[in-house]
Protein backbone atom coordinates (compact mmCIF):
# COMPACT_ATOMS: atom_id res chain seq x y z
CA UNK A 1 0.00 0.00 0.00
CA UNK A 2 0.92 3.56 -0.35
CA UNK A 3 0.77 6.79 1.75
CA UNK A 4 -2.07 8.01 -0.51
CA UNK A 5 -3.86 4.93 0.54
CA UNK A 6 -3.77 5.84 4.06
CA UNK A 7 -4.73 9.29 3.71
CA UNK A 8 -7.79 8.20 2.11
CA UNK A 9 -8.73 5.82 4.78
CA UNK A 10 -7.89 8.56 7.33
CA UNK A 11 -10.34 10.70 5.06
CA UNK A 12 -12.56 8.20 4.54
CA UNK A 13 -13.06 7.25 8.78
CA UNK A 14 -13.91 10.77 9.68
CA UNK A 15 -16.64 11.02 6.92
CA UNK A 16 -18.10 7.64 8.01
CA UNK A 17 -17.54 9.02 11.67
CA UNK A 18 -19.62 12.09 10.67
CA UNK A 19 -22.21 10.10 8.97
CA UNK A 20 -23.39 9.34 13.16
CA UNK A 21 -23.12 12.83 14.46
CA UNK A 22 -26.41 12.78 15.98
CA UNK A 23 -28.46 16.18 17.40
CA UNK A 24 -28.40 14.05 20.46
CA UNK A 25 -25.79 14.57 23.43
CA UNK A 26 -26.02 10.92 24.64
CA UNK A 27 -25.85 9.74 21.65
CA UNK A 28 -23.19 11.94 20.81
CA UNK A 29 -20.81 11.09 23.04
CA UNK A 30 -21.08 7.40 22.13
CA UNK A 31 -20.04 8.23 18.75
CA UNK A 32 -17.35 10.47 19.89
CA UNK A 33 -16.13 7.93 22.38
CA UNK A 34 -15.55 5.58 19.51
CA UNK A 35 -14.12 7.87 17.66
CA UNK A 36 -11.38 8.68 20.23
CA UNK A 37 -10.68 5.45 20.86
CA UNK A 38 -9.97 4.57 17.20
CA UNK A 39 -7.24 7.43 17.19
CA UNK A 40 -5.96 6.15 20.51
CA UNK A 41 -5.49 2.66 19.44
CA UNK A 42 -4.05 4.08 15.89
CA UNK A 43 -1.53 5.83 18.24
CA UNK A 44 -0.62 2.75 20.59
CA UNK A 45 -0.43 0.30 17.12
CA UNK A 46 1.91 3.08 16.05
CA UNK A 47 4.10 3.00 19.03
CA UNK A 48 4.51 -0.90 19.36
CA UNK A 49 5.06 -1.56 16.11
CA UNK A 50 8.34 1.30 15.76
CA UNK A 51 9.38 -0.59 18.95
CA UNK A 52 9.25 -3.81 16.87
CA UNK A 53 11.36 -2.25 13.88
CA UNK A 54 8.48 -2.74 11.42
CA UNK A 55 9.26 -1.75 7.64
CA UNK A 56 7.07 1.35 6.28
CA UNK A 57 4.79 -1.05 3.85
CA UNK A 58 3.88 -3.27 7.51
CA UNK A 59 3.77 0.17 9.49
CA UNK A 60 0.99 1.54 7.02
CA UNK A 61 -0.96 -1.81 7.37
CA UNK A 62 -0.87 -1.68 11.47
CA UNK A 63 -2.19 2.14 11.77
CA UNK A 64 -5.05 0.70 8.61
CA UNK A 65 -5.88 -2.18 10.87
CA UNK A 66 -6.32 0.33 13.83
CA UNK A 67 -8.04 2.83 12.33
CA UNK A 68 -10.78 0.46 10.98
CA UNK A 69 -10.89 -2.29 13.96
CA UNK A 70 -13.83 -0.88 15.75
CA UNK A 71 -15.73 0.56 12.52
CA UNK A 72 -18.40 -1.85 12.88
CA UNK A 73 -18.94 0.52 16.72
CA UNK A 74 -21.45 3.00 14.54
CA UNK A 75 -23.85 0.60 12.69
CA UNK A 76 -23.73 -1.14 15.65
CA UNK A 77 -25.04 1.81 18.22
CA UNK A 78 -27.10 3.06 15.25
CA UNK A 79 -29.55 0.52 15.34
CA UNK A 80 -29.18 -1.11 18.81
CA UNK A 81 -27.98 1.58 20.79
CA UNK A 82 -25.58 0.01 22.11
CA UNK A 83 -21.70 -1.58 22.49
CA UNK A 84 -22.58 -4.66 24.21
CA UNK A 85 -22.01 -7.37 21.38
CA UNK A 86 -23.82 -9.96 23.79
CA UNK A 87 -27.29 -7.91 23.43
CA UNK A 88 -26.88 -6.95 19.67
CA UNK A 89 -24.06 -7.88 17.04
CA UNK A 90 -20.36 -9.12 17.15
CA UNK A 91 -18.89 -5.60 16.18
CA UNK A 92 -15.88 -7.46 14.70
CA UNK A 93 -17.62 -9.28 12.21
CA UNK A 94 -20.03 -6.52 11.61
CA UNK A 95 -16.50 -4.46 10.91
CA UNK A 96 -14.88 -6.61 8.42
CA UNK A 97 -18.25 -7.22 6.91
CA UNK A 98 -18.73 -2.92 6.48
CA UNK A 99 -15.33 -2.57 4.85
CA UNK A 100 -16.32 -5.66 2.13
CA UNK A 101 -19.67 -3.84 1.63
CA UNK A 102 -18.59 -0.38 0.95
CA UNK A 103 -15.74 -1.51 -0.68
CA UNK A 104 -12.90 0.84 1.28
CA UNK A 105 -10.12 -1.81 0.38
CA UNK A 106 -10.36 -2.17 -3.20
CA UNK A 107 -7.19 -0.33 -4.06
CA UNK A 108 -5.40 -2.72 -1.46
CA UNK A 109 -3.95 -5.71 -2.87
CA UNK A 110 -5.60 -9.26 -2.60
CA UNK A 111 -3.34 -10.09 0.41
CA UNK A 112 -3.10 -6.86 2.20
CA UNK A 113 -7.01 -6.56 2.01
CA UNK A 114 -7.31 -10.19 3.72
CA UNK A 115 -4.80 -9.24 6.23
CA UNK A 116 -7.01 -6.38 7.34
CA UNK A 117 -10.21 -7.65 7.24
CA UNK A 118 -9.27 -10.57 9.38
CA UNK A 119 -7.79 -8.54 12.22
CA UNK A 120 -10.52 -6.43 12.51
CA UNK A 121 -12.92 -9.35 12.04
CA UNK A 122 -11.23 -11.40 14.88
CA UNK A 123 -9.74 -8.43 16.77
CA UNK A 124 -12.43 -8.86 19.98
CA UNK A 125 -12.64 -12.81 19.84
CA UNK A 126 -11.50 -14.51 23.44
CA UNK A 127 -8.47 -15.97 21.61
CA UNK A 128 -6.68 -15.91 18.44
CA UNK A 129 -8.23 -17.98 15.43
CA UNK A 130 -5.83 -20.98 13.78
CA UNK A 131 -5.12 -19.35 11.18
CA UNK A 132 -1.87 -20.79 8.67
CA UNK A 133 -1.14 -17.26 7.40
CA UNK A 134 1.59 -16.14 9.90
CA UNK A 135 1.39 -12.23 9.12
CA UNK A 136 -2.09 -12.47 9.55
CA UNK A 137 -1.91 -14.07 13.22
CA UNK A 138 0.72 -11.27 14.12
CA UNK A 139 -1.12 -8.25 13.26
CA UNK A 140 -4.27 -9.71 14.96
CA UNK A 141 -1.60 -9.97 18.18
CA UNK A 142 -0.56 -6.17 17.16
CA UNK A 143 -4.56 -4.67 17.07
CA UNK A 144 -5.29 -6.85 19.85
CA UNK A 145 -2.68 -5.03 22.39
CA UNK A 146 -3.35 -1.93 20.72
CA UNK A 147 -7.02 -1.74 21.34
CA UNK A 148 -6.61 -3.11 25.10
CA UNK A 149 -4.48 -0.64 25.90
CA UNK A 150 -6.89 1.82 25.30
CA UNK A 151 -10.34 -0.15 26.50
CA UNK A 152 -8.47 0.38 29.86
CA UNK A 153 -8.10 3.84 29.68
CA UNK A 154 -11.79 4.34 28.39
CA UNK A 155 -13.27 2.31 31.42
CA UNK A 156 -11.05 3.87 34.00
CA UNK A 157 -12.14 7.06 32.91
CA UNK A 158 -16.08 6.02 33.34
CA UNK A 159 -14.93 4.62 36.58
CA UNK A 160 -13.09 7.43 37.94
CA UNK A 161 -15.88 10.43 36.04
CA UNK A 162 -19.45 11.58 37.99
CA UNK A 163 -22.50 9.49 36.74
CA UNK A 164 -23.21 12.25 34.80
CA UNK A 165 -20.70 12.89 32.79
CA UNK A 166 -19.53 9.26 31.89
CA UNK A 167 -20.84 8.07 28.52
CA UNK A 168 -24.16 5.97 28.43
CA UNK A 169 -22.94 2.98 26.26
CA UNK A 170 -19.55 2.30 27.93
CA UNK A 171 -21.74 0.83 31.18
CA UNK A 172 -23.07 -2.74 31.14
CA UNK A 173 -26.13 -2.31 32.78
CA UNK A 174 -24.16 -4.47 36.38
CA UNK A 175 -24.56 -4.21 39.75
CA UNK A 176 -22.13 -1.67 41.60
CA UNK A 177 -21.90 -3.52 44.80
CA UNK A 178 -18.79 -4.86 47.22
CA UNK A 179 -19.42 -8.55 45.88
CA UNK A 180 -17.67 -9.88 43.23
CA UNK A 181 -16.99 -13.86 42.32
CA UNK A 182 -14.31 -16.16 43.22
CA UNK A 183 -14.29 -17.86 40.20
CA UNK A 184 -13.33 -14.32 38.04
CA UNK A 185 -10.40 -13.58 40.63
CA UNK A 186 -9.09 -17.61 40.28
CA UNK A 187 -8.47 -16.84 36.89
CA UNK A 188 -6.09 -14.13 37.42
CA UNK A 189 -4.14 -16.55 40.39
CA UNK A 190 -4.46 -19.22 37.53
CA UNK A 191 -2.92 -17.29 34.86
CA UNK A 192 -5.98 -17.02 32.29
CA UNK A 193 -8.41 -14.76 31.21
CA UNK A 194 -11.87 -14.83 33.01
CA UNK A 195 -14.81 -15.33 30.51
CA UNK A 196 -17.97 -12.81 30.18
CA UNK A 197 -20.36 -15.38 31.18
CA UNK A 198 -18.85 -15.99 34.39
CA UNK A 199 -19.34 -11.66 35.37
CA UNK A 200 -22.42 -11.03 37.44
CA UNK A 201 -21.28 -7.47 39.36
CA UNK A 202 -19.37 -4.55 38.13
CA UNK A 203 -16.35 -5.81 40.20
CA UNK A 204 -15.94 -9.15 38.10
CA UNK A 205 -16.01 -7.16 34.82
CA UNK A 206 -12.93 -5.09 36.49
CA UNK A 207 -11.45 -8.40 37.56
CA UNK A 208 -12.05 -9.69 34.29
CA UNK A 209 -10.28 -6.81 32.41
CA UNK A 210 -7.64 -7.28 34.78
CA UNK A 211 -7.32 -11.00 32.84
CA UNK A 212 -6.71 -9.34 29.93
CA UNK A 213 -2.91 -8.61 30.96
CA UNK A 214 -2.30 -12.55 30.09
CA UNK A 215 -3.60 -12.03 26.51
CA UNK A 216 -0.97 -9.56 25.41
CA UNK A 217 2.02 -10.11 23.02
CA UNK A 218 4.52 -7.33 22.96
CA UNK A 219 6.73 -6.10 25.39
CA UNK A 220 5.96 -2.32 24.50
CA UNK A 221 2.46 -3.43 25.24
CA UNK A 222 3.75 -4.89 29.14
CA UNK A 223 5.85 -1.76 29.20
CA UNK A 224 2.72 0.98 28.42
CA UNK A 225 0.37 -0.93 31.11
CA UNK A 226 2.66 -0.43 33.56
CA UNK A 227 4.09 3.56 32.54
CA UNK A 228 0.42 4.59 32.61
CA UNK A 229 -0.42 2.96 35.89
CA UNK A 230 -3.55 0.88 34.56
CA UNK A 231 -3.42 -1.92 37.09
CA UNK A 232 -3.31 0.30 40.16
CA UNK A 233 -5.84 2.27 38.78
CA UNK A 234 -8.42 -0.23 38.42
CA UNK A 235 -7.64 -2.19 41.51
CA UNK A 236 -8.14 1.03 43.35
CA UNK A 237 -11.67 0.89 42.27
CA UNK A 238 -11.98 -2.44 43.87
CA UNK A 239 -12.58 -3.68 47.34
CA UNK A 240 -9.36 -3.16 49.40
CA UNK A 241 -9.47 -6.86 50.81
CA UNK A 242 -6.41 -9.23 50.69
CA UNK A 243 -7.38 -11.55 47.98
CA UNK A 244 -7.81 -8.58 45.64
CA UNK A 245 -4.45 -6.99 47.11
CA UNK A 246 -2.79 -10.86 45.96
CA UNK A 247 -4.31 -10.43 42.59
CA UNK A 248 -2.60 -7.46 41.88
CA UNK A 249 0.60 -8.33 43.02
CA UNK A 250 -0.17 -11.39 40.82
CA UNK A 251 -0.27 -9.46 37.55
CA UNK A 252 2.29 -6.94 38.60
CA UNK A 253 5.10 -9.74 39.22
CA UNK A 254 3.69 -11.46 35.89
CA UNK A 255 3.76 -7.96 34.18
CA UNK A 256 7.68 -8.13 35.56
CA UNK A 257 8.35 -11.24 34.24
CA UNK A 258 7.37 -10.42 31.17
CA UNK A 259 9.76 -7.34 30.31
CA UNK A 260 12.72 -9.33 31.71
CA UNK A 261 11.74 -11.40 28.39
Known amino acids: ?109 DNEQELVIQAVRFHNAFSIPKIEKKDIIFFIRLIRDADKLDIWRVFIEYYESPEEERASAVGLGLSDTTDYSEDVLSCIHRGRMAYLSKVKTLNDFKLMQLSWIYDLNFRTSFRLLLERGYIDRITSK ?18 KLRLKD
Not at 238 to 255: G, M
Open 1 to 109: MTRDDLFFFKNWFSDYCKSFYSSNMGDQKNIYLKEEHTLNVCKNTIEIARELSLGNNDMMLAETVALFHDIGRFPQYAKYRTFRDSISVNHGLLGAQTLLEEKTLQNLS
Open 238 to 255: LPQSDDIKKASSTLKEFV
